[in-house]
């Protein structure tokens, strides 16, 4: 499977735009290819307006987003690899999501090793309906009610 990562920027955007809400992105400017205004960031990251009438020429791909910007009334095309993307949020309501550890998209800080296998050892044993837990009561299965 490719990183989801971009595609749930691309979904968030639209719904954030749908909202009449000013989409923002967090971008961590401390890994390589980031281009960004220096001067705006702020302990490592930059918080960047992302709305159609801050940019032009907004293209959220699937490795990076680019536009071109003011900043300080001073133009500057902006390139941000999606691994930089930490998150996208509503500027008015402050909804939206962060992005975390993805399969596919490599760490800021390097290569992960692979998880280790679990042996059959190592496995815990799934416990049966009725299986005494550890404090004395006995496990139920969730039921559901209807309530009128």
Known sequence: MTPSRAYLLRA???WILDNDS????V???TINDVMVPEHFINDGQIVLNISPSAVQGLNLGNDAVEFNARFGGVPMHVYVPILAVLAVYSKETGEGMGFGFEPGIPSPDGPR???APVSAVDKPKPKSPGTVSSIGSHAKRPTLKVVK
Not at 22 to 25: A, D, F, Q, V
């Open 22 to 25: 000013t989409p923002h992105i």
């Open 113 to 115: 090793p692979p998880p």
């Open 27 to 29: 971008v961590d400017a």
């Open 12 to 14: 968030l955007h639209e």
